[in-house]
């Protein structure tokens, strides 16, 4: 991959009546937006979701080959959405109804049957069902049910007519139902917690090997001098030094003021290129520059050698390819919606580091 085309709409030519439908109702925001399948939590795809909306060094780099911008990178916050998992994130995003490695994290296959829309956040049902949302920062179910069959190309599980509601993913799974955040204090008072549980601005989101309770939210932040996610639970910290690692931590509790007991809770490691991508080739290089993934620590290799800021931030901008002159020669106002559509950004793609 070489960049990101601006183009949302699924590639299927079937006969079913519902999926040309689908198509059409998705040609609206063809050429328009980023696809949806493989930049879900930027700021410029087609669905906007409160819970994952970041405005990347990708969406920098289109209004910057418009030639009409000069764009801040240091200012651009990289989507955690496939940050960092290479090329495998393009192949099927569920493969006979369970999650790759390269999917984990960001996609999903937990029916949700038994938990009803609208149901209220203090529910059993929901707390069980419940996932970590692709953001890493809220809660979410994961939009997976029975009597929403998917076309024959997108069948990602082995029973029939079962498929996510939200069709813009090309029929790939993600946790995006009745989201709950994890950086919402007032989500603390309004809901039961799990013990040792802490909602705040400093939270984020991660799996326990517990399924009687589902994901739990936890204070925590990105140690950029250890490279580090530093994780606490009740005053006790604990780190996430490599992706998917098991943490455990001891909570003493006492019952009816009298009997003291020793809580476990094990919980896991998110992926540290999602959670804490400013470890790993801040602003993704803006699109000056290749993340190098083959070292120990990715830093940026600059494709101005005497560029030698962390994000190659002192570069100048990819000389004006011959679509864009051809735009700024016909007169055309400074409007973005004058681009031609089948332009290619020239910046390197996050997902995809071949």
């Known amino acids: 991959m070489t960049g990101a ?15 040309i439908m689908v198509i059409a109702i998705l040609r609206a925001c063809n050429h328009a937006h980023y696809r949806q399948r493989f930049y879900y939590a930027e700021s410029q795809s087609a669905i906007f979701a409160e819970e994952a909306n970041y405005f990347s060094a990708l969406t920098l780099a289109f209004f910057e080959d418009t030639g009409w911008y000069v764009p801040n990178y240091r200012a ?16 099927d995003c569920i493969v006979n109804g369970n999650v790759p490695d390269y999917s984990k994290g960001f996609f999903c296959n937990k029916i949700r049957d038994n938990v009803s829309t609208g149901v209220r956040k203090n529910d059993y049902m929901w707390y069980v069902f419940s996932l970590l949302n692709p953001s890493l920062t ?14 024959t190309d997108f069948q990602y599980f082995p029973e029939v007519g079962v498929g996510p509601s939200v069709v813009e993913l090309e029929w790939c799974p993600v946790a995006l139902d009745e989201v709950m955040s994890c950086q919402d204090p007032n989500m603390e008072q309004d809901n039961p917690t799990i013990p040792g549980e802490e909602f705040g601005p400093e939270s984020r989101c991660f799996e326990t090997t517990a399924d009687a309770h589902g994901p739990m939210c936890l204070r925590s932040f990105c140690n950029e001098r250890a490279r580090t996610l530093d994780v606490t639970m009740n005053g006790n910290t604990l780190i996430c030094d490599e992706d998917f690692k098991t943490l455990t931590f001891s909570l003493s509790q006492i019952f009816s003021g009298l009997l003291e007991t020793t809580l476990y809770i094990s919980i896991e490691c998110p992926r540290l290129a999602a959670a804490c991508p400013s470890l790993f ?12 993934y083959e070292l120990s620590e990715p830093i940026c290799e600059c494709f101005d050698k005497n560029d030698t800021t962390v994000g190659c931030y002192n570069s100048e901008p990819v000389p004006a390819t011959e679509a864009m002159m051809n735009i700024n020669n016909s007169g055309a106002g400074p409007s973005v919606m004058t681009v031609v559509p089948q332009i290619w950004l020239l910046t390197v793609a996050d997902n995809c580091r071949c």
């Open 5 to 19: 085309k601006l183009d949302t709409a699924v590639v299927f030519l079937g006969h079913d009546l519902n999926v």
């Open 76 to 91: 651009a916050k990289a989507s955690p959405f496939g940050h960092g998992v290479g090329c495998d994130f393009v192949k």
């Open 138 to 151: 809220h809660k979410a179910l994961c939009d997976l049910r029975r009597g929403f069959p998917p076309p």
């Open 281 to 292: 080739c801040p602003s993704n290089c803006a699109g000056k520059g290749i993340c190098n």
